[in-house]
């Protein structure tokens, strides 16, 4: 929850290869206060079977900027994991291409930071959402 001295962030995942949320997605969360300096790893979480993570940390007073970091590998191998099961034949299944998605956005205190990631095997969305 945002204060006036603090901003809030949370997200989602939406599969739109197969037009459901994304489940069991490692998240973690970073911030920084002001673009020279490091990064610091605040915590995470992992998507519930609504695809969204309702638990992230809060970032710290004077945070100015924060990174989103997916950890989407593991959740497209136990994807294509599951079709081999369902369709032996269909074993066109390879390196997953995106192995993660770090999306890193600027935040202003007071205010709420909600970042949807529309996700597919082959490319990403990401955009502010409400």
């Not at 739109?16 to 995470?44: F, N």
């Not at 993570?53 to 945070?63: H, N, Q, R, S, V």
Request: hydrophobic residues 35%; proline residues 8%.
């Amino acid at each position: 929850m945002s204060t006036s001295t603090t901003a809030s962030v949370s997200t989602h995942i939406l599969d739109t290869s197969v037009g459901r949320p994304a489940e069991g997605v490692a998240v973690r969360l970073s911030a920084r206060a002001g673009r020279d300096a490091d990064w610091r790893e605040l915590g995470g979480s992992a998507t519930d079977a609504d695809g969204r993570c309702k638990d992230l940390p809060a970032p710290p007073e004077g945070t100015t900027h924060v990174r989103l970091d997916f950890a989407v590998e593991p959740y497209f191998e136990k994807k294509q994991a599951d079709a081999q099961q369902d369709a032996p034949a269909n074993r066109d299944s390879g390196p997953v291409f995106f192995p993660e998605v770090a999306i890193t956005f600027a935040v202003t205190p007071g205010e709420h930071y909600h970042v949807p990631l529309l996700l597919n095997p082959f490319g990403y969305s990401v955009y502010r959402g409400s």
